[in-house]
């Protein structure tokens, strides 16, 4: 075929995510994916390192994940899941119920990061407008990232994402995240919050903010927020749609912590990256606070798709993945390089800081000019790392990896070779 050709046939009526299609390059027109490689549509190979914005831990076409979903494909592709239920579901629930924090019994599903946080949310403020006690508003931090849906935009503090909306948002009150030398700052600003009881929750993406450039901070730091919300009856909201299913080097980050949050969102890589799928969790409590003769009381909430079984069978696939000893060997073995190209660069002239947990690894760009989210420098970056066939997206000039746990020492190296190269020379 001729080059380019669906790079061309997209401009015509395709509208991307996060594009300013007036400036924007063209897009790659990707025909094939196996493992950590992508490949274009004129032959040219990419390393996938951010697993397709965090998708992808298990590689793709992974062909587990790809038979279980072609079984329930043709057992039960799909049924309502009002007033009906399925084993998928069942069995999905029941083996999260082991993975998770022990406090999480309940399960809601919906199809997509952004809305399961809009159920968390939605299930903070509707526990107390039931109990007839006015607490209408939430707690998120700085530069936090949950979706794009409105109360998940209006808990996210990158604001260019959100400008244009504000009038139209839920009431969200922001504080500073809390990494080194941030956190009496921190507490101290969601103590004065919480004494106001105006706030239902709180919403925090646990030790990594993954959208503001892989922002990390203490587990000791979350415990004690999580306990002084849990003293004054403030929910906790544990977005995981980013940290879950390993990547922090266990299950969850909430794993790390001593506190148990009353809700967890999950999402991305919960199916492997093949069919869109989250879910919200719950603790029995929060259940009960809508639990009553009262219609009324009920959540209102649902999607078509909901607990959709074709997606169900492909989280499943995924778990028996992540509980795979290939895949554990794996997220430790990228760690460990992680580490040592660390301790190989953090001296170099031109990096500000690195910062690693699990299989995330940042790294932040000394810059004269202060760069936004979306600049110039961020944008060369971006070409080059394309032009050498890796796929990153740097965040201002953070530059991160997130690689599938099946990318193999070598091609981790490869990348690594491309951030040093690419220090060098911008
Ligand atoms: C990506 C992300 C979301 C939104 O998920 P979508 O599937 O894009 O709606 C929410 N929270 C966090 C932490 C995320 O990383």
Redesign the pocket.
């Known amino acids: 075929m001729e080059n380019n050709y669906l790079q061309k046939a997209d401009e015509k009526h395709l509208w991307h995510p996060y594009t300013q299609h007036k400036t924007a390059q063209p897009h790659i027109a990707i025909t094939k994916g196996k493992g950590t490689l992508l490949w274009d549509e004129n032959g040219k190979e990419y390393i996938d390192a951010i697993a397709s ?2 998708v992808n831990p298990y590689g793709h076409s992974n062909t587990h994940i790809a038979d279980a979903i072609y079984r329930q494909l043709t057992t039960l592709e799909h049924v309502l899941f009002g007033g009906f239920t399925h084993e998928p579901a069942i069995v999905l629930a029941e083996k999260l119920m082991k993975l998770l924090p022990d406090n999480q019994q309940k399960i809601f599903f919906s199809d ?4 399961a ?1 809009e159920v968390a949310i939605k299930v903070a403020l509707q526990f107390y407008y039931n109990k007839g006690e006015k607490r209408t508003k939430i707690i998120a931090f700085e530069n936090a ?4 849906t409105f109360a ?1 935009m209006a808990a996210s503090g990158i604001s260019f994402f959100t400008e244009a909306f504000q009038g139209a948002m839920i009431h969200v009150e922001r504080i500073p995240v809390p990494t080194a030398g941030n956190e009496d700052r921190c507490f101290e600003a969601i103590s004065k919050l919480i004494a106001t009881k105006e706030f239902a929750g709180f919403i925090f ?1 646990p030790l990594v903010q ?2 503001a450039g892989m922002v990390m901070y203490a587990p000791e730091q979350l415990d004690r927020l999580i306990k002084l919300c849990k003293e004054n009856g403030v929910f906790t909201i544990a ?1 995981e ?2 940290t879950g299913f390993g990547k922090t080097g266990k299950n969850f980050a909430c794993d790390y912590l001593q506190q148990q949050p009353d809700m967890m ?1 999950l ?2 890589a919960l199916t492997g990256g093949t069919i869109p799928m ?1 879910l919200t969790t719950f603790t029995a409590a929060l259940f009960d606070g809508f639990y009553d003769e009262d219609v009324n009381k009920a959540l209102f909430h649902g999607h078509t798709f909901t607990a959709n079984p074709t997606g169900c069978a492909a989280a499943l696939a995924g778990l028996e993945l992540l509980e795979s000893e290939a895949v554990k060997s794996g997220i430790k073995r990228i760690n460990e390089q992680h580490l040592s190209f660390q301790k190989r660069i953090e001296n170099h002239p031109r990096v500000k800081t690195t910062r690693i947990l699990g299989v995330i690894f940042a790294l932040e760009f000394i810059r004269d000019d202060a760069d936004s989210y979306y600049g110039d420098f961020r944008n060369k970056l971006y070409a080059f790392f394309i032009e050498k066939g890796v796929i990153m997206r740097p965040v201002g000039n953070i530059v991160y990896i997130l690689p599938p746990y099946v990318i193999s020492a070598e091609e981790l190296e490869k990348v690594y070779e491309i951030i040093a190269e690419a220090l060098d020379k911008f």
């Open positions: 914005w965090w997509n990061g952004s809305t946080v990232f949950h979706g794009d998940a993406e993954g959208a977005d749609v980013m969102c999402s991305k989250a």
